[in-house]
């Protein structure tokens, strides 16, 4: 369905208005998607609305793909023009194989013979003329307006490859405008035949593209899954994914480049999963209808988009890795990554009103907690706040232990976080190793039992949740997943790009507020001042920490939320 016809005025601006489809509806806290333009201007609405329209045609694909409804769908991301220019031919293709065939109901067979009146191959009248009606629209349209008119046309047609188009894609204009071109040329074929001339374009099926392959892989998979039985194989070459982490580890080292134990562990526990899921060792064995199952597997985990891409980026690196040592002929790449839906990855700061929403739950009310294990017991008290008031991420909040919390060395005046690689601990960069300063109202009003309690019982963390289950991973996946229901059903907060990272978000730009510089905003946050934008070109010794500027900053900040927070006391 064109766009366009979710666009209503109200009043004197316009909104776009959806109803939530009934195969996702479950995934949705409301019954339909509706959203203010923000403009008047009639122009300005169908270009914001196009671009709202595709958030959420992203957001939808996204729920089919957990729920394992889309299957069949084929990922584009890594497409050239040349296999969409492929794919318009195929379009034009199908046009006249549909107008062939329908001429070829009505023949007689005595047309396969001399003199045969060219009348007996015509089409209906009323089909004839929408067909010259069709022509003179076409012919006067823009490729823009082509793009708003005919789009849900093409699509209904290229979906029965299990390609669905998107407006965000960067050949979308081009690819119409080719629809276009292939239209007004199957019309031109129409009418040739009309006039006596029965040439043929190629059979759709003889159109080479992307899609062929992919679909015969994924009616194999699909096959596989019915019947039970595991996907094809390919040959064994008598080596592991395990031998290819030593192999890049080395490659990495030979190239001086940084190993983290945060990446290598993020590669092990993407092994163990593939494997788990596969059923297979052996490198030479892995195919590509294997990787495409495992990223399907992992949508119906609960996992979200980039998360899946990750962790079959982590396998892929590793076959490529295979190949560069010459142990396999050819690694498996494209055609595999799901594309991010635009707007997911970009996350935004709740606003003042919602963090007093938040904050005056039940649970930050004197601890009336959840019983979920995925709330993880005094982290769904713990968590929230101490990334609001200090930008931690998650897993470096559960890492924080008994020997990570306290005095600064330097000013044991200042109590701080220290977020650290030491002990085992994990970090997804040197730059994140830093001090950041604890908020007074966590230390004195509860943060200080949490932490001598640890100390007493011997814990590496504070959180005895994490001492029962050490995998960051999975305890981060968990609590996010809760803090999202969390969001949406106690506080009524359902806007995708408001989630737990964004409290971290709230803190930057809290910091800012307060006087905070760039660099400072960095320093607690653990950015590299360089950052990659700056890696070229004359390089500088990093600014010096000034922790007694930072503990200002941080105590500076304005919680109005934290003069309400009850602590929760044994």
């Known amino acids: 369905m064109p766009f366009a016809s979710h666009l209503v005025k109200r009043g004197e601006t316009y909104h776009y208005v959806r109803r939530i489809p009934n195969d996702v509806a479950d995934a949705f806290p409301l019954s339909r998607v509706q959203r203010s333009l923000r403009t008047k201007d009639r122009a300005t609405a169908y270009q914001t609305g196009a671009r709202v ?32 220019r492929a794919l318009a031919e ?6 006249a194989d549909e107008d062939w065939r329908a001429r070829l109901k009505n023949l007689p067979g005595a047309a396969f013979g001399e003199g045969v009146p060219h009348n007996c191959f015509w089409r209906d009248d009323a089909i004839v003329r929408a067909h010259i009606e069709l022509q003179k629209r076409l012919n006067g349209m823009t490729v823009a307006a082509y793009a708003e008119e005919r789009f849900a046309f093409a699509q209904s047609l290229v979906r029965r490859l299990g390609v669905a188009l998107s407006r965000s894609s960067p050949y979308f204009d081009r690819f119409m405008a080719a629809c276009l071109k292939a239209e007004i040329e199957y019309l031109g074929v129409f009418f040739a035949r009309e006039g006596g001339k029965m040439e043929e374009l190629p059979h759709p099926d003889t159109i080479e593209g992307r899609w062929r392959q992919a679909a015969e892989q994924a009616v194999q998979e699909k096959v596989a899954r019915i019947l039970g039985s595991e996907l094809p194989k390919g040959k064994a070459v008598g080596r592991t994914l ?15 480049k940084r190993v983290t134990e945060h990446g290598l562990a993020a590669k092990r526990n993407a092994i163990a999963a593939f494997q788990g899921h596969a059923k297979v060792k052996d490198i030479g064995e892995i195919t590509r209808a294997q990787l495409v199952s495992f990223r399907d597997w992992l949508f119906k985990q609960g996992y979200e988009t980039p998360t899946v891409n990750k962790k079959v980026g982590q396998i892929t690196t590793l076959l490529d890795t295979a190949q560069k040592a010459g142990w396999i002929d050819s690694a498996i790449s494209g055609g595999i990554y799901i594309d991010v839906p635009a707007g997911t990855s970009e996350r935004e700061p709740f606003e003042p009103a919602e963090l007093d929403r938040i904050f005056t739950q039940g649970a930050f009310q004197g ?79 509860g943060l200080m039992e949490i932490v001598e309690n640890a100390r007493r019982q011997g814990w590496k963390t504070l959180w005895p949740a994490t001492e ?11 609590f996010s997943s809760f803090w999202s229901d969390f969001l949406r ?29 760039d660099f400072e905003r960095d320093q607690l946050m653990g950015h590299s001042e360089q950052g990659t934008g700056r890696k070229y070109g004359a390089k500088r010794t990093p600014r010096a920490v000034d922790i007694i500027r930072l503990n200002d900053l941080v105590q500076k900040v304005s919680w109005l939320f934290l003069q309400s927070v009850r602590w929760p006391r044994n």
């Open 489 to 517: 059903k106690q506080v009524g907060i359902g806007d995708p790009k408001k989630t737990l990272y964004s409290l971290r978000h709230n803190f930057r730009d809290a910091i800012a507020t307060a006087g905070g510089a």
């Open 242 to 256: 395990d031998q290819c982490l030593e192999q890049w580890r080395g490659d990495r080292d030979l190239a001086h």
């Open 367 to 445: 601890g009336a907690l959840s019983a979920s294990d995925k709330a993880g017991g005094i982290l769904e008290f713990w968590l929230p706040l101490i990334s609001v008031a200090s930008g931690l991420i998650s897993t470096e909040i559960l890492q924080l232990g008994p020997d990570t919390v306290g005095p600064h060395p330097d000013h044991p005046q200042i109590i701080c976080f220290n977020v650290t690689n030491a002990g085992g601990r994990s970090i997804k960069a040197f730059a994140r190793k830093r001090y950041v300063p604890v908020r007074t109202e966590l230390w004195t009003n």
């Open 468 to 478: 029962v289950n050490p995998d960051l991973t999975s305890l981060s996946n968990m």
């Open 53 to 84: 329209h595709a958030e959420i045609e992203a957001q939808f694909a996204a729920a089919r793909r957990r729920k394992g409804a889309t299957l069949d769908l084929l990922p584009t991301d890594d497409w050239t023009w040349a296999n969409w």
């Open 90 to 95: 195929w379009l034009k293709s199908t046009l």
